[in-house]
């Protein structure tokens, strides 16, 4: 028994990813290859639900889950926030070989994932609906949307405790376990969106139809399976077996460094959530079917963008990893590696999705207006996919390097302050017209992404240096 525990020993060993000395083009492939798999059932996963709302439900139940969009994206914006601290704090402490403080760091993490989800939940039943009435005011979308996203806050703690323990995990180089997770929570959310909405099962009348309630409820209960299986796997790794009770205990120092680094995120990632209602709120100009056009596109859009987010993860935990060891050169090496990889990866992309456009929005419903809208929205933006690695890659490097504060500006500028000058430019100078309004972001994209290269890769040479 022991010679067999050993060998298994020996076996885990060698599948332990080394951050620190492995070639750089390895790691993208055997930490974002997983990720980006992953992702795809993720995104896949939206897709589903928003081709059940149009297709099992109606046009109107596929608005109304589309202007959800940056209500939902601020729950997960702070997931994201909380998961980027935990991901670059663990990386960096299990680089300076100081395991005790990772595993300090996961637990306080936890805690605070309970409390932002508490509280969200209270926010979002109490004012969650005043903000999608700004959006659009029109009574049966706003009624559905409501139905929907009540499911989702009451829900949101679950979501953020499976992506704080998912990001413990990718700091120590395992994107695989929550690959697994998104992959049977794909297939779970088939079987159980078509039951959930119609309240049939095997022909069969089990109870009333729940509609857009729903996809929210299907949402929420493959969350809650995926995070006793990523808590599982945390069991069988170091920062688990250095785990002490008092690591629950709110500490102050500790909090202080994750809030440090989770809340400047957080905000760069709502300042996405907020330019989104800024265009939900020109696009609403043209029509609920221009929403459902727009948000439609925009979920299979996401669906593309996988493998640079899967390339971003992998960037975070290198280059937190390589700083814990004092190794900038493995910093810069990895920072240009990634921002050449990334831009021939979206190049493919941006073809793909310019020549599937009309394919793609065919798979949400059959108006003719909507698949328009949608499909005018794909094929612009295609143009603008190469420069997403260079707000992407940056990001992630300077994420991994402890400096959230200029991800936070560039997001205000990019999601925010620049898109509002640009559109209110275009529709009063130029025509108010639903394509010039993502011509004029395209070309906007790019000006800020080639600016934002140059002075990232002068920031990080300083920095390291």
Known sequence: MKYLNLKLDIFEKMKKINLLNEDIFKLFWKIALPSSIGTIFQNLYSLVDAIFAGRMISETALAAIGQTFPIYFVIIALGIGLSIATTSIVANS??????????????????????????????GINFGSSILKSINDDQ???????????????????????????????????????????????????ILNPILISGNFLNFSVFEPLGVSGIAIATILSQLIGLFYLFYKITKTEIYNV?????????????????????????????IALGSYIILYFVSIYGNNAIAGFSSAGRYEQLLFLPLLGLSTAVTAIVGQNLGAKQPERVLETFKKAISTGFILLSIVAVILFFTAEISMKLFTNDNEVIFFGSSYLKIWAFGFPAFPLFFISNATFQGLKKPSIVMYMAILRFVLIPIIII???NKYIALD???????????????GITYFFYSLNKIKNLVN
């Open 434 to 448: 639903y394509t010039y309004m993502f011509i004029g972001l395209v070309i906007m994209h790019w000006v800020v």
């Open 94 to 123: 299990v680089g300076e070989k100081n395991i005790k403080k990772a595993s300090n760091i996961f637990c306080q993490s936890l805690g605070l994932a309970i409390i932002i989800g508490l509280v969200i939940s209270i926010f």
């Open 243 to 271: 785990f002490k009770k008092e690591f629950l205990i709110p500490k102050f120092i500790l909090l202080k460094e994750i809030l440090f680094q989770c809340i400047p995120a957080s905000i760069g990632l709502m300042m």
């Open 424 to 426: 209110i430019t275009i």
């Open 140 to 190: 049966n979308t706003l009624i559905l949307s409501k139905e929907y996203m009540n499911i989702i806050y009451l829900g949101s703690i679950f979501i953020l405790l499976l992506m704080v323990t998912n990001s413990c995990l990718a700091a120590l180089g395992d994107t695989k376990s929550y690959r697994n997770v998104l992959i049977f929570s794909f297939f779970l959310n088939i």
